[in-house]
């Protein structure tokens, strides 16, 4: 693994610090970023739910927009024409240039929504009844048309180009689950890997991440050796990058989370700690958060888009902490 000397995160000043404090426990979650805008929920627990606002931060001058109220389920999306989230099983979408919100109802059940471009793709319920139809969604913000992905027991959709990634439960067996990638063109549908799973109700989130023709994925296992896979969906050829040790032990495993990719480069958390993985070198890097936030004391969560990275991190002391967002930019990113 080489070191962080070529890697810089450069802070952005104006908005390298921001601080939410809606309740006493100020919480900012589920970031996303396409480079110049950030959104995200700034959310406060009120008995059996979580509420919280939708937010717009512009990071050019830090000046922060209340979109809409919204629940801890929302995951907002952003481009520069639209801003889209899934609450109260409907998909909003707010339109930037008019600022105005439209709601679309289309089946019984909308979450997990993701977006590429004009697309918005989304998990999919006909009715909240089990016998109704499952599956992935799609709205083509441009065309002003929806129409479906694909069929079945399937999650989490994340949206590339004309690619779609997911969990197909469908295809599961005693210890595995397939990611399936479909072609929004063709419908043609391909297996990208498969990931190791304990319960439906327990398989990482961010275990994989689409960035154009790239898949990067995880088996999802707790291992002494952890590797990071990569299918080219053009090619339909895959390879495992395999990391040291680093430390890790078979009493004291560890294994990829909060995988993202960006620009060519993939980040996640791996020997506990934030790396990179330039697909083109192949070769693994360290990212050096602790050198752009300061008083960092852990990792909530993160979002790239372009060369914009937004981290969100606890900062203080064990007895006082806070959840603060960070912003740099990410700068000779090239091992």
Request: hydrophobic share 40%.
């Amino acid at each position: 693994m080489t070191d962080s000397s070529n890697i810089q995160l450069v802070a952005i000043d104006n908005v390298a610090s921001l601080d939410f404090a809606p309740s006493e426990t100020p919480r900012f979650i589920k970031p996303a970023t396409d480079g110049e805008t950030l959104v995200g929920v700034a959310v406060e627990d009120r008995g059996a739910k979580t509420w919280g606002t939708l937010l717009a931060i512009d990071l050019a001058s830090g000046q922060a927009q209340r979109i809409a109220g919204v629940t801890d389920v929302a995951a907002p999306q952003v481009s520069s024409d639209a801003i889209v989230w899934t609450d109260e099983n409907r998909l909003h979408i707010y339109d930037r240039a008019k600022g105005q919100i439209e709601t679309l109802q289309i089946g019984a059940l909308a979450r997990s929504p993701d977006m590429s471009g004009s697309v918005v793709v989304w998990e999919y319920m006909e009715s909240l009844n089990t016998s109704g139809k499952r599956g992935i969604w799609a709205y083509d913000l441009d065309a002003r048309q929806n129409f479906p992905v694909v069929f079945g027991a399937v999650q989490r959709p994340l949206v590339s180009d004309r690619w779609v990634v997911y969990r197909n439960w469908d295809k599961s067996d005693e210890l595995t689950v397939p990611i399936d990638a479909t072609d929004l063109d063709t419908g043609e549908t391909v297996e990208v890997g498969r990931q190791i799973w304990s319960g439906k109700e327990y398989v990482e989130t961010d275990s994989y991440a689409i960035d154009e023709k790239w898949v990067a994925w995880t088996s999802n296992e707790w291992a002494y050796t952890q590797g990071l896979h990569l299918f080219n969906l053009e090619t339909r050829q895959s390879y495992t990058a395999t990391i040291e040790s680093c430390g890790l032990s078979e009493l004291y495993p560890g294994r990829l989370q909060n995988l993202a990719i960006s620009a060519g480069k993939v980040y996640f958390r791996g020997c506990y700690q934030p790396l990179g993985y330039d697909i083109q070198q192949k070769q693994f890097f360290s990212l050096p958060v602790e050198q752009t936030v300061s008083q960092y004391s852990g990792f909530v969560d993160w979002a790239f888009g372009g060369d914009k990275v937004i981290l969100v991190a606890l900062t203080g002391t064990d007895s006082a902490n806070q959840t603060r967002i960070f912003a740099a930019t990410i700068a000779n990113a090239t091992p």
